[in-house]
């Protein structure tokens, strides 16, 4: 079992930034693939990026490509995202995810964090 707690959400302007932070205890961090998602009111759940578990490969939703970037820490347990040029339909709670497995479903889940970009 892990355990992922989110951290760095908060409000922000439209065009401004923010680094969410992903912290994960329990089992060894370098073993998992992880993402990020983000679930907007009245909203499904959608992907936005992901990165493999030694940090090679990352992937991103279109929607947030050339904006987001996805990173890993296996020294610190953490994964981040760091958001430039924030627009308002990035407004969600965002959830971090891990999976030992690449291609598998994520079966870890972080409570999420809220994100507000204002116009």
């Known amino acids: 079992q892990v355990q992922l707690v989110e951290s760095g959400g908060g409000l922000v302007q439209a065009g401004g930034s923010l680094r969410l932070s992903c912290t994960a205890s329990g089992r060894t961090f370098s073993r998992f693939h992880m993402a990020w998602f983000r679930q907007a009111p009245g909203k499904e759940r959608e992907f936005v990026a992901s990165i493999s578990k030694i940090g090679a490969y990352t992937y991103y939703a279109n929607s947030v490509k050339g904006r987001f970037t996805i990173s890993k820490d296996n020294a610190k347990n953490t994964v981040y995202l760091q958001m430039n040029s924030l627009k308002p339909e990035d407004t969600a709670v965002y959830h971090c995810?891990?999976?030992?497995?690449?291609?598998?479903?994520?079966?870890?889940w972080g409570q999420g964090t809220q994100v507000t970009v204002s116009s």
């Open positions: 995810a891990a999976t030992e497995n690449s291609g598998s479903s994520y079966e870890h």
